[in-house]
Structures are given as structure tokens and as C-alpha cells.
């Protein structure tokens, strides 16, 4: 948290630092009042989230939550056109071919799509 908040050389300090994301005076010299604040509302499976993705760490902006509840509370990119997704300071295009029941029924799907784009299209996706 610390290093992505405050360290440039961080991986990660772009999407955290580098968008003005801090830990709080209190958190960041002492692990002692991260505890107080954050201790008793502990349970083992929730990590740590902030509640405004805008703001920094501190006992008033976080809370202890599920990786669902994490992935549902994400910044909004709707500066991005449709299917573009921006990932560890570079940018990905990925189109969804859907949801199915096995493993096999998507890498199916995928290589369809694979060979569609390279202009062998054949199977049941094709």
C-alpha cells in the first residue's frame, strides 16, 4: 500500500501515487494506527478496500471487504472506447466471446475466432 502510494519506482504507483492516491500521515508512520482504526473490523477472506476510489487510505475512506465487493468498486473508465481496458500503465483490446460450460467449449470458441480473424474460419463457432 505504502509503495504504491509513495514510491515511484513501484509497478503499480501510476494507477496509485501517480493519480494523487496517498496513505494517510497516521498509517504511513505508524502500523499501530492502521490497527487502530482497521483491527476491529477484521475478518479473515476481506482485504483491504477504499470505499472512493479517488481518495487515498485512511480509517474514514476504508473498509474490509470481498473480492467481489473489490471488483465491483472500480474507477471509472468511460474515457475508453468499447473494449479497450486499461492494465498496469498499457492498454489491452479484448472482445468477449461469451460464457461457457467448459474449458474445452471456450478454447473451441477461441480458436474459431482466431482462425475467423485469420481468414480459416471453420467449426461450430465459426
Known amino acids: 500500500m505504502k509503495g504504491r502510494c509513495h514510491n ?3 509497478q503499480a504507483f ?3 501515487g501517480g493519480r494523487g492516491i496517498t496513505v494517510c500521515g497516521a498509517w504511513k508512520e505508524s502500523f499501530e494506527a492502521f490497527l487502530d ?3 476491529s473490523s477484521f475478518e479473515p477472506g476481506l482485504t483491504l478496500d477504499r470505499i472512493d476510489n479517488d481518495k487515498g487510505y485512511s480509517g474514514e475512506n476504508c473498509r474490509w471487504a470481498t473480492r467481489r465487493e473489490q471488483a465491483q468498486n472500480r474507477r471509472k473508465t468511460t474515457d475508453l472506447p468499447c473494449g479497450v481496458f486499461h492494465q498496469r ?3 489491452q483490446a479484448i472482445i468477449s ?3 461457457f460450460d ?3 467449449e471456450a478454447s473451441e470458441a477461441w480458436q474459431a ?5 485469420r481468414g480459416k474460419a471453420k467449426g461450430k463457432y465459426a
Open 97 to 99: 466471446l461469451g460464457t
Open 89 to 91: 500503465s498499457r492498454y
Open 14 to 16: 501510476a494507477n496509485y
Open 8 to 10: 515511484p519506482n513501484n
Open 113 to 117: 475466432a482466431a482462425n475467423l480473424l
Open 37 to 39: 482504526d482497521m483491527e
Open 102 to 104: 467448459t474449458p474445452e
